[in-house]
């Protein structure tokens, strides 16, 4: 099992692009999420989906789109990046929304 | 959820047991007390929950309360590969998911 795998990595965008940052895990869980870390913040909930074809807003989600159209991926969109999206992403699955979670290595993004 | 404080940082020398202390005094009955780790920025890691027992697996074991208001995350044989953030989170059961990461505990793991 590969289990939660986040690309890019990295990525530096410009002010105004917009990219999707992709998230995959290979352990049929049926809930997903998004989070944000940003320097003495902790990690924030953007967005969860606890199933193919739901999907809900956390506590951040101004800025951002979801979508889960199969149970393995849940892809995070910026459609218009501005320099307060500058952060470490992170991804995590679980079997229901009161597992543990699984967290994947996370994409570090700079907008410039 | 309940608020959890813990110490901004701790040392350990290695091979010695971690004991890293958590204060959740406006815990509801139904509310587990979850312990996460997360090594040098990569992704958070479980290690533990619990609700009043405790609990003990293959990483950590984990002490709560009777009255459940703290609990202590214990690393029986700590290694320099335990030295990361340290989170204790207290969480009901809910649709969302979430997750409340407060600031953590920055453990040092010294040989």
């Known amino acids: 099992n590969a289990g939660v795998t986040q690309t890019p990595k990295f990525q530096v965008l410009k002010t105004g692009q917009s990219m999707t940052l992709q998230c995959a895990q290979d352990?049929?869980?049926?809930?997903m999420s998004w989070y944000r870390q940003d320097p003495g913040m902790g990690l924030r909930l953007i967005h969860y989906?606890?199933?193919?074809?739901?999907?809900d807003q956390g506590e951040v989600p101004n800025g951002y789109n979801v979508s889960r159209s199969t149970t393995e991926d849940f892809p995070l969109r910026l459609l218009s990046a501005a320099p307060s999206q500058t952060s470490v992403y992170f991804c995590?699955?679980?079997?229901?929304?009161?597992?543990?979670?699984?967290f994947g290595s996370g994409t570090q993004l700079s907008v410039l | 959820d309940a608020k959890t404080t813990q110490p901004p940082s701790m040392d350990c020398a290695e091979g010695r047991a971690a004991n890293l202390p958590c204060n959740h005094s406006?815990?509801?009955?139904?509310?587990?007390v979850y312990w996460y780790r997360q090594i040098h920025s990569q992704g958070p890691q479980y290690i533990i929950h619990?609700?009043?027992n405790n609990e003990t697996n293959e990483m950590a074991s984990l002490i709560i309360t009777e009255d459940r208001k703290s609990s202590t995350l214990i690393l029986p044989h700590a290694t320099l590969r335990d030295t990361a953030v340290y989170y204790c989170?207290?969480?009901?059961?809910?649709?969302?998911?979430?997750?409340?990461f407060g600031q953590g505990t920055t453990l040092q793991v010294k040989p």
């Open positions: 995590a699955s679980s079997w229901s929304a009161n597992e543990k979670l699984f």
């Open positions: 352990m049929n869980h049926e809930y």
């Open positions: 989906s606890v199933g193919a074809g739901i999907t």
């Open positions: 406006t815990i509801s009955g139904n509310e587990y």
């Open positions: 619990g609700l009043k």
């Open positions: 989170i207290v969480r009901a059961s809910s649709n969302t998911g979430k997750l409340i």
